[in-house]
């Protein structure tokens, strides 16, 4: 009998595919079952992995069949929270959910408040958090190795919860995950523009204060750069990194850039795909210590996943309100939607379209998500 961790997954679209890469990758789990509403993505799945699973087109009767101890969530994001309650009801040992974490904040508190309840594990996929580079960043940061951070800086584009939940999770990461206390921003939405299901503006910048004294901004397709990293400017010197490479740059370094370039636990750096690669094993492997309880925690649980969505959505409730945000956020629904659907911030080029439409399958324009 496999002492292997066994994995079920709802949703078998393109980002569950890196939780089963990273699920295999670190070869401490078997995925057994795959539900999705299209017989064709799982077939897609077989092929592409060989994983010999169960498919079920009713991911309820998987949950109630199959005795999991993981359940993975790549539904498209309005479908993160129903599902992850569904699952967590049945009482895997854990969820890894994609993020972001919820198309609002409260359907976010209800998954914690339910996977507490039954006493399940939660990790929403900021993989990230995995890759050399980020851990280099954030152990020099809490070394001194640039003084006190001033300001970082990072690029999105694609929607705020999209691309840029990444962004303000690697902000706490790097910080040792500090609590922002404050956001100001603002959005552009002359569009009827959709990522995933989900509304998003057409471009964005945000300013978010931490208690340690740190300050971050993000700018999201109001220049051509766009990119996952930041540029990090301390008291001291600086940090410029993305997902593979790190420069350093203060006293120690003669005032010249040291470059860096870590290989991971799994994958070496000039590896093909590294990102996605180790930071997917990266995170199924500290999923299974702990289960195991090799270690007291995982550095994506759920309650980081819900912070890195709160920031998100305090821009859009800064825009909203026409004022800096103080958090905890108190508006649990989302702050976009809030504006576009009471004529606050009505689209002045109508007609609806979503930048991930291409993603669907057969005659499918919109995704059928929830339960």
């Not at 902000?171 to 995950?177: G, M």
């Not at 206390?181 to 509304?199: C, F, I, L, Q, S």
């Not at 550095?299 to 821009?315: C, D, P, Q, S, T």
Request: proline share 3%.
């Amino acid at each position: 009998m496999s002492d292997k961790l066994r994995v079920g997954i709802i949703g078998c679209g393109g980002m569950a595919r890196n939780h089963v890469r990273g699920y295999l990758n670190c070869g401490r789990y078997e995925i057994v079952a795959l539900a999705d509403l299209n017989e064709s993505a799982m077939a897609d799945y077989e092929a592409m992995f060989h994983l010999g699973a169960r498919h079920y087109t009713d991911a309820r009767e998987m949950l109630a069949k199959e005795n999991l101890d993981v359940v993975s969530i790549g539904t498209w994001h309005v479908g993160h929270a129903p599902w992850t309650i569904a699952a967590a009801a049945h009482r895997p040992k854990a969820i890894l959910c994609e993020k972001p974490m919820a198309d609002t904040l409260q359907a976010a508190e209800q998954m914690l408040i339910a996977c507490k309840r039954n006493a399940v594990k939660l990790v929403i996929g900021h993989q990230r958090r995995f890759l050399p580079t980020y851990t280099l960043a954030k152990d020099l940061i809490a070394q001194g190795a640039i003084g006190d951070v001033q300001m970082m800086v990072s690029f999105g584009a694609q929607g705020l919860p999209n691309y840029c939940s990444h962004q303000t999770d690697m902000f706490r990461y790097f910080l040792s995950d500090d609590e922002c206390e404050w956001v100001m921003g603002n959005v552009e939405r002359k569009t009827d523009r959709w990522e995933r299901n989900t509304r998003i503006e057409d471009c964005a910048i945000a300013i978010f204060q931490f208690r340690g004294g740190a300050r971050a901004v993000i700018l999201s397709e109001v220049t051509p750069l766009v990119y996952q990293g930041a540029h990090i400017y301390g008291s001291e010197g600086m940090i410029d990194l993305d997902t593979i490479e790190l420069r350093l740059l203060n006293a120690e370094t003669g005032g010249k850039w040291q470059t860096f370039r870590p290989d991971g636990k799994f994958f070496t750096a000039n590896d093909e795909r590294f990102e996605w690669l180790e930071g997917g094993a990266g995170q199924a492997n500290e999923l299974a210590d702990w289960i195991e309880g090799k270690t007291e925690t995982h550095r994506g649980r759920g309650e980081n996943g819900f912070k890195a969505l709160e920031m998100i959505h305090a821009v859009y409730e800064s825009a909203r309100m026409h004022e800096k945000v103080v958090l905890p956020l108190q508006t649990r629904l989302n702050p976009l939607d809030l504006m576009v659907e009471s004529g606050h911030l009505e689209p002045q080029r109508p007609g609806r379209y979503d930048i991930r439409a291409f993603l669907l399958r057969g005659e499918r324009m919109c995704s059928d998500d929830e339960p």
